[in-house]
């Protein structure tokens, strides 16, 4: 059974990915559908390519942000979960509540409430009086980048509390007893009991949520489709635009190896993260 499923793999993912990474070095575009080597030529292009160093930036701030920023809720939440007596099942399913929804609903969900004109968060801020006009939240580039990162995180914090609620009820209650016969405070017992041995969840949690965040190409495309005037472009949103719309498949491809370099790089800061506190 071992070497269909190789073969399937291979013929799957293998295959595409090397033939994708010799399309980055030629000149392979729609309209000359014959690949023509050009060494290094796309990804020369890309240094020099002023949307692709604002998109670059914009993926690295965000990545950053939404994952330590569902990191930390989801840990909150997990915890105050796992400390409910009454109720936890509703709490749990209430919790995986943002997880039913596709991305393409969470982006126009999200596009509604920021909306400038008859959004919710605009009409809520008007009615207890802390606005007295309307605020552009998918217009102004920090604004559009904090309304995409609240749609992110709010689709995939419940990935992280599911992740360490399993986590932390697997803990043993003996070693909470111990502490309390010990005069550990709640504090105390989180940081020397249930964090550490949170290590392995944690692991698991930023990889699934650093995967997870590297694809949102649905979320960033509908609500701000990388605009007003590629401020909000992103890694992603910016590979099919030039791939696709543009037909520059060769430049496409490359620019997806950078983005793959991307998120191997920020997954394996993390882990050192990770290790320097001795979680791992």
Not at 129 to 146: H, K, Y
Request: charge should be positive; charged fraction near 10%; proline fraction near 5%.
């Amino acid at each position: 059974m071992l070497v269909p499923s190789l073969v399937i793999i291979a013929f799957v993912v293998a295959f595409p990915l090397v033939y994708s990474f010799y399309l980055s070095f030629t000149s392979y575009t729609l309209l000359r559908p014959i690949p023509a080597w050009n060494d290094f030529a796309n990804y020369r292009r890309l240094l020099q390519d002023p949307i692709f160093g604002q998109a670059f930036i914009n993926t690295l701030l965000f990545m950053f942000v939404t994952v330590n920023a569902a990191f930390l809720m989801g840990l909150f939440l997990s915890q105050a979960v796992a400390r409910t007596i009454r109720g936890q099942p509703l709490l749990r399913t209430l919790l995986m509540v943002p997880m039913m929804f596709a991305p393409v609903m969470v982006g126009f969900q999200f596009r509604w409430f920021f909306n400038d004109q008859v959004g919710l968060v605009n009409n809520i801020l008007t009615s207890l009086g802390l606005l007295n006009g309307s605020i552009p939240w998918l217009v102004d580039r920090w604004l559009a980048m904090f309304s995409i990162g609240v749609a992110t995180v709010w689709m995939n914090t419940p990935v992280v509390a599911i992740i360490l609620l399993a986590g932390t009820l697997s803990i043993s209650p003996e070693l909470y007893e111990a502490a309390d016969v010990d005069g550990a405070n709640s504090w105390q017992k989180f940081r020397a009991i249930t964090y550490p041995l949170l290590g392995p969840f944690i692991t698991i949690a930023l990889t699934i949520l650093s995967l997870d965040v590297a694809r949102g190409f649905d979320i960033v495309s509908i609500m701000t489709g990388g605009g007003p005037a590629h401020r909000t472009e992103l890694l992603w949103t910016y590979v099919p635009r030039v791939a696709i719309q543009e037909a520059r498949f060769g430049s496409g491809a490359a620019m997806s190896f950078v983005t793959i370099i991307v998120t191997v790089v920020f997954t394996l800061y993390l882990f050192r993260q990770l290790l320097k506190s001795r979680i791992l």
